[in-house]
Structures are given as C-alpha cells and as structure tokens.
C-alpha cells in the first residue's frame, strides 16, 4: 500500500529518492519521508506529514547529501498521519533507519517487551516496533545487520516490505519481503529498490523480484546476494521489464485518469493483439491451450477479486455460464479466504487483480491451491505476485495505471474475461458458430466504438455541472448492465466524495425507490437489450416520484429521450459486450463531477492503488 525506494551507487541519491516517491505516491500520500547517510557518514532522515511535494519544501536547506538512501510514502494504517508516524523510522540509537509497507499483526506484544527493556517509543506505529527489535537484536547479540534482521523478521507475525540502513556500514542497504512486493533494479555500479518497477524504468531494465521470505543484501561495489532467513543463498533471476518511461507520464491531460480513459481504445487493441486472429474469426489465449484438460474439465468456477476487479468478476460471470453453461460465483477475496468455503481439485479459480499484489486475493489463491483448485490469474502488472503464485493466466496488457480509480484495467480486464469465455466456448462446443463469430467481429470493432464514446466527452463535461450539488445517486442496470451500475457508482464515490449506490433496477422497487426525490439524480444504462422494456418501466416509476434521469441509451433511441431528463447516446453493440461500451461514459461523468468540486482526481483522500495489507 505504501510506496518503498532505494538508491545505493554513484550518483546523488536525493534527487533519485524523490522522484521515485512521486512515481509511487499512487501507493500512498499521507505522508513522506527519506533517509540518507551523508558524505560526511552522518545518517539523516527528514519526514513530513502531506505530500511529496511538502517533503520536498522541508529539506529546503537541510543536508541532502550522499550516495545512499531510502525513501517512503505512506498510506496509513497503525498511527493517523503526522510526521512522528512517518517512515523512515529510527532506532533509538539513531543508527538506523527503516522503512515499511505491509502491516506487523504481533507489533503489540513486541512492543511491550522491548519497553520492559527500556526502549521508548516515539510514534504509535508498527514499523517503529520493527526497527528497535532489530537493532535489539543487534545489540544483544552482538552480530551483523543482516543477522539481526533475519532474528527480527523471525519474530514477526504479518506482511512486509522493509528497507534500512545502518550508520555504521554506510555502503548498504538490506531489504526484505513477505506478502509486500518489492523489486530490486541492477544498473552499473548502482542499485535501486522500490515497491514496483516504475521508479526503476528511468535507470535500467534489470530487475529482480523478491520473492517472500526473501532478503536482499545490497553492497556497493558487489554482486547483489538474496539470503532467506535461514541465511541460505539463492541465485536472482534477472527479469527485463518492458515497461516504457512515456507510460508513466501524463502526456499532455491534466490528470492520468482522464489519460487513461481515453487510452483505452489502443488499450483494448493491445489486450486482443495476437489473440483475435487476422481474419477476426478466432480467439486463441495460450493458457487455455497449454492448460485445455484441467479447464475444460472444470466442474465450477469460482471468480475471486476486489473493488473494479470484482465488478469485472460479475461480468465474467454472465460471459462464461452464457457462452460455456458452467456454473460460476464470484466471491469477494477478503471475504473467501475467512469464511472456510468449499474448494473442490475439479474447481477452477480465477483471480482478477491490476496490481498483481492485492493482499486479499493473493492469499484467496494460497487458499485454493492448497486445496487442489487449479488457479487462473488476470492480471495488469507483468512479474507481480499472483501470475507467479498461479498456475496460469493471462495479462491484460493495458500499460501501467497511475490514476487510483481504475479504469482501462476495468476494461482489459472484461475484455480478457470474455476471449476466455469464447475460447472455453468453442473448445467445449457450447456456443453456436454463427454467435461466437458475430462476437469475435464485434469485440474487434469495440476500439472504434471506444472512440466515439469518447468523443462525448465535452458534453459530459457540461453535464456534470448540473451535478456538483448532489449528495446522493442511485446507479440502475439490469443484466451486463448491472455490474457496469455498480462500478458507475464506485467510481463516483471514489474521486467525488457523493455518496452513489448500483442497484439493479428491478430491486429499486424493494427500498432504494424511498429515497426517490426531485434532489435525487438517478444514472440508468439503458442500452437496447432483452430487458429494455423492463428497464424503460423503472424509469417511469423514478419519473412518477420526480426524481431526475440520466439515461445512456442506444443511439437512435426515441422513447427514453422523452422522459429522461437527459439522454447520451452510445454506439450500438453485442449485448454481452454492452459494458465495454457503457462503462466509458460513467467514467467520464465521475471525472468530470469530482473535477467540477476541485476534488484530486489521481490520489482521492484515503485511498491508495494497490492494497497489499488487509
């Protein structure tokens, strides 16, 4: 959840540290903070409650010196944030500093042993609990950092990602992971460290992710050496990351969500390239093929995620029970992995999760391997932790996601769900011919129908306007149309503060119709489909109690437009492929509503991109 970086070789590190931080401050803003062992071996940390920016205003004539450094942004989760509660931690000594993202469950009852022995505690967080009983650990035993670390870490129950550095050997840096990602990049004479690649890309493409349990021994002027706490050594597997330094830039929109929306047309394109074929009349995804036993046989499926990813899961749903007529539930990951649930070797899991990292889902998939499921990933960040905890997957392949409302991972992510509902279609011969070609050819087309969406971008812009007063929405969908209801209304709430709920239209009638008013705006996705007649009457029930209509309707349409207040007009599609079409424009409105009330469309207040703590 919080952002980690590191910078140990020959250039100045302060400069690296910070702009690092603002490639991570999606992670985190609450507070920040850096820690830097000086030319002359002074080891200084400066921290700030706010932003990166403020950071940057604190240092302001203060000792930025040195070749050495870590850096943090926060996301809060022991300690409000304030600067005593931000990373870098000290040790009571001051000799070293610590930096953390995950959470350490058992911090309490270390805490209460390490005052019984006289260490005073200067802030109410976890990771402060952490850097004393490693430099007690040190002390006491009388051993090097990396040995007290490994004693450390053996004490601690939770997750974590954790970089510190050591006064007293001022050319290394020692790092660890457990259920925390953490990605060390190998450059010339120089190393970087950070919670994923984008603060690395500017430097070097080689990279190494740690794996848990792992340690990372970071000297200047040596090889990089990963130990487990065992102190047994293992052998790094250098990775090449792909990822190009303009992704990571706003090129031109005032936001990176308003960049990123109107990036899904090419993105989409990207997500299907190599496996729609040319002649637009196949699907083919490699992990079906290399796995099409253990799918095909499946007895159920059982999708898991969180947040956008579990709205993609509903979609998925509908998508694979339509085309495949197998059973299928979707499960909140934080929810599943409590609640003992029944997981038979015939199950098959799928795990949706942009990041790669969310902590819920990850350990829904340990869950379910270790009860013999065969585990699928749908994943956005190539070499994060759930494709390497999976037995296979695919990518989206939608380019990095900066803004922490999600957006075109939505998308990759329908657009991934519905390739493998065709291909597990076809394979299983579940799906008629003419029906699976007339989809393929549709969702071939969806990038140029993106585009036209998006081309009503001002008038949404207007539109939104009207709506910067509301406290309240109601979001109503039936069918595809209902999942794309509920992610309408996330988004909202995400980056605009008003309070939005997705119903699906027929159980307005069963308590939300209460709250039916002339003050209260009411967005339907009224696309042309079997249940437009149904949806048509919901719509004149709101109208009957005054409440106001915001209808997205299917171009050409005549009836909804004279009784909803307003109507959008939205290219015509494949009903199953509706949410791929619809979802844009509610994007969009959500932009433009939070940017109407001078919300921070990127970095929305309590919330970070990729939650990788309970």
Known sequence: MCGIVGYIGKRKAYPILIKGLKRLEYRGYDSAGVALISDDQQLNVYKTKGKVSELENFVTQKDISGTIGIAHTRWATHGEPCSANAHPHYSSSEKLALIHNGIIENYAVLKEKLQAKGYIFKSSTDTEVLVQLIEYMKVTNQVSLLAAVQLALGEVIGAYAIAILDKEHPNEIIAARKSSPLVVGIGEDEFFLASDATPIVEYTDRVVYLEDGEIAVINRGEELK????????????????????????????????????????????DCMRGRINVDVDNVVLSAVIDNKERLLNAKRFIIVACGTSWHAGLIGKQLIESFCRIPVEVEYASEFRYRDPVINEEDVVIAISQSGETADTLAAVELAKSRGAFIYGICNAIGSSIPRATHTGSYIHVGPEIGVASTKAFTGQVTVLAMLALTLAKAKGT????????????????????????????????????????????????????????????????????????????????????????????????????????????????????????????????????????????????????????????????????????????????????????
């Not at 792909?242 to 090419?266: R, S």
């Open 226 to 269: 990963v130990v487990d706490l065992n102190n047994v050594e293992t052998t790094p597997e250098v990775k090449k990351v792909e990822l190009k330094l303009g992704q990571l830039e706003k090129g031109g929109y005032p936001h990176f969500m308003l960049k990123e929306i109107f990036e899904q047309p090419d993105c989409i394109h």
């Open 431 to 614: 799906i008629d011919e003419s029906y699976y070609l007339s989809v393929v050819r549709e969702l071939n087309h969806i990038p140029e129908k993106m585009k036209e969406v998006l081309k009503l971008n001002d008038k949404l812009a207007e539109l939104s306007k009207t709506f910067t007063y509301a406290h309240n929405f109601i979001y109503l969908g039936r069918g595809y149309s209902y999942p794309v209801a509920l992610e309408g209304a996330l988004k909202l709430k995400e980056i605009s503060y008003i309070h939005a709920e997705g119903y699906p239209a027929a159980e307005m009638k069963h308590g939300p119709i209460a709250l039916i008013d002339a003050e209260m705006p009411v967005v339907v996705i009224a696309t042309q489909n079997g249940l437009y007649e149904k949806v048509l009457s919901n719509i004149q029930e709101i109208k009957a109690r005054k409440g106001r209509v915001i209808a997205f309707v299917t171009k050409g349409d005549t009836v909804i437009s004279k009784i909803a207040d307003c109507c959008i007009e939205l290219p015509e599609t494949i009903e199953c492929l509706n949410p791929l079409i619809t979802t844009v424009p509610l994007q969009l409105l959500a932009y433009h509503i939070a940017v109407c009330k001078g919300m921070d469309v990127d970095q929305p207040r309590n919330l970070a991109k990729s939650v990788t703590v309970e």
